[in-house]
């Protein structure tokens, strides 16, 4: 797997949003405004949930590698 891409934070939302993997809805469980956009991997938007830290994404190998940066930035 690449190293991520990043895009505007806003396109990959609606992106996400148009193609059913988020919903604009604050009462569903894949509601936008509860995920942060973590980068695009092999072109695929990867988001993380702010309160479970559960990912949507492209496989759980990118969730791995994101967690790993996420530590690191905590050194």
């Known amino acids: 797997?690449?190293?991520p891409?990043?895009?505007d934070s806003g396109q990959a939302f609606q992106e996400a949003i148009d193609a059913g993997?988020?919903?604009s809805d604050p009462k569903d469980t894949n509601y936008a405004g509860n995920y942060m956009y973590m980068g695009t991997w092999d072109g695929v938007d990867t988001f993380k949930n702010i309160d479970t830290r559960e990912y949507i994404g492209p496989s759980?190998?990118?969730e791995a590698i994101v967690?790993?940066?996420d530590q690191?930035?905590?050194l």
């Open 5 to 7: 891409t990043f895009k």
């Open 60 to 62: 759980a190998k990118a």
């Open 67 to 69: 967690d790993a940066l």
């Open 1 to 3: 797997m690449n190293a």
């Open 21 to 23: 993997r988020l919903s």
């Open 72 to 74: 690191a930035q905590n």
